[in-house]
């Protein structure tokens, strides 16, 4: 779902893998699936070649490592083997082999971030790379600045800003009531609202996240008091001032509002911020195909958190004592027009693999157990719909899922669209997702057409039939008007994604007016 070049260490299996400008899954070896690296990190084999020594790596020492029998990386400062992962990676060794010998937390920022290469490789760690003099007294220097911070109040400078950035970066204060704490946060957004904060207060632990483009806005505290479960936020949106409201739990005077964490009151890159994940309960699970499920998971009681238009979250799962992580992109419960969500619930429809490790696992969830649900990622926008007269929508098989929340959005929010298409690439007609509402949905609202296509066809079937191509393409995405303002977006496998992505600008669309969801 992300629109970015393909991972370093992506998470085998991934539902939606990256689109444009990725390459496909590289067929592994019988005996190099996920279970069998998880078996073989466990099997007390010494995959460093150190003998369980871990080493202080120096920058030169690193790039002497960089050939595929002998390969380290470097990630936030932790270096690891990965010569024993070479045949288990699912992108392919030349992917590991871009950061071969070399820092590669960029190149590991800019794809999968999400992916948990602590847990993943943890039996890989060679050790910790050497620490510069220079840097070294600066960590000191920083470290001691912030035990000076003091809490209650409007805070000095935030970390992780030049100080030319440091007026458009937020504030925060806080004051109290008999029965009430109120933080509130001053973003100096004038384009604030709900889908960009994030709130969660379990057990005394408040963490608030503002969203700001690229960036974002952190408010972390473990509080000096306990409040109740009820949170409630409030956003001016043209003044951009945010309002975290807590119930005292008893009516007692706050001296002060908590300790802060290491990350508080910090305004930094989204991609320097570690992902949250909040436990949600399963409450329920039902059959959409033969072999798809709509998950219903209840967001706890302190958290408010909405999953914007075309974004996604990662879940997170314990197999065999290994973190590991995939994205979905959530939908709504069905396809009415103008739904509105409650804030309580996240439905997503994942495709149950008969030999998908993560999927096999979520499938064996019993209602009532719970999953961890990290916080919303992606880099799709509203505004990129906003305007648009025609939306076209390119789905492979669940690559439908981005589309669900994007058509309800479209159809009952854009005054300007004209026409919203649906071309919906599967195998079968089994296949078929919410095949009923769909045409349902055609029928309601003359303004949105859905065409199925399938590749392994019945005998009876009627319809088009065939791959994604140029020729069906060009047959069903068109313009309105010669001058009218399109968007297409496009989500599927990777292999269909990057075809897609070719063939229309082979057809003369922008790359502007296309946006591929990966992930």
């Known amino acids: 779902m992300l629109n970015v070049p393909p991972s370093a260490f992506p998470a085998p299996g991934s539902q939606q893998r990256a689109a444009a400008g990725a390459r496909s899954k590289v067929p592994l070896k019988p005996g190099r699936s996920l279970m069998d690296w998880i078996r073989l990190t466990k099997s007390g084999k010494d995959l460093t070649g150190l003998k369980g020594r871990l080493l202080e790596v120096t920058e030169d020492e690193l790039s002497k490592h960089n050939k595929k029998e002998d390969c380290w990386i470097c990630i936030r ?12 990676h699912p992108g392919g060794e030349d992917e590991l082999m871009k950061a071969a010998g070399t820092d590669g937390t960029d190149l590991f920022d800019q794809v999968h971030r999400w992916v948990n290469y602590e847990s993943m490789l943890k039996e890989c760690l060679v050790g910790r790379m050497a620490v510069k003099p220079i840097a070294a007294l600066k960590e000191i220097s920083s470290a001691v600045s912030e ?22 970066s937020p504030s925060y204060d806080w004051f109290q009531t008999d029965s009430l704490i109120t933080i509130v946060i001053y973003t100096k957004q004038k384009d604030m609202n709900a889908d960009l904060v994030i709130v969660d207060c379990q057990d005394k632990q408040l963490r608030g996240e503002i969203i700001m483009d690229d960036h974002s806005y952190l408010v972390e505290i473990d509080l000096d008091h306990a409040v109740s479960e009820d949170v409630a936020v409030n956003i001016a949106e043209r003044v951009g001032k945010v309002e975290i409201i807590l119930k005292k739990k008893d009516n007692v005077h706050w001296k002060n509002l908590g300790r802060p964490s290491e990350g508080h009151n910090t305004f930094i890159k989204r991609t320097d911020r570690g992902l949250f994940y909040r436990k949600c309960k399963l409450v329920s ?23 914007p238009t075309g974004q996604h979250v990662y879940l997170k799962h314990i197999i065999a004592g290994t973190e590991v992580v995939k ?30 490790l993560f999927t096999q696992a979520l499938d064996h ?18 505004s990129q719909v906003q305007t648009s007269e025609d939306l076209l929508l390119l789905a492979g098989g669940t ?40 045409e349902q949905l055609a029928l309601k609202d003359e303004r949105f057409e859905v065409q199925f296509i399938l590749s392994q066809p019945s005998k009876d079937w009627v319809g088009k039939q065939g791959k994604i191509s140029p020729s069906l393409l060009s047959e069903f995405v068109k313009r309105s008007r010669r001058d009218s303002k399109v968007l297409i977006c496009i989500c599927g496998p990777a292999p269909f994604t990057e075809q897609g992505v070719q063939y229309l600008k082979d057809l003369g669309y922008s790359q502007e007016e296309i946006h591929a969801f990966t992930a």
């Open 399 to 438: 690559g439908f899922t981005p589309m669900v929340k994007l058509l309800n959005f479209a159809l009952t929010e854009v005054s300007c669209l004209r026409t919203a298409k649906l071309i919906f690439f599967n195998k079968t007609e089994d296949d078929i997702l919410w095949r009923n509402q769909l």
């Open 365 to 382: 969830l019993q209602i009532g157990d719970y999953i961890s649900v990290s916080n919303p990622e992606g880099n799709f926008k509203k």
């Open 285 to 307: 699970k039902t059959e959409v195909t033969h072999d798809t499920k709509l998950f219903c998971l209840m967001l706890p009681k302190g958290t408010h958190l909405r999953v």
């Open 77 to 88: 400062g932790f270096v690891y083997n990965v010569t024993p992962y070479m045949e288990y």
């Open 327 to 356: 994205p979905y992109t959530p939908v709504l419960p069905f396809l009415p027009l103008d739904f509105q969500e409650d804030g309580v619930h996240i439905y997503l429809m994942i495709k149950i693999y008969s030999h998908g």
């Open 147 to 168: 035990d000076k911070k003091q809490l209650n109040g409007v805070l000095p400078e935030k970390k992780g800003l030049a100080s030319s950035a440091q007026d458009l």
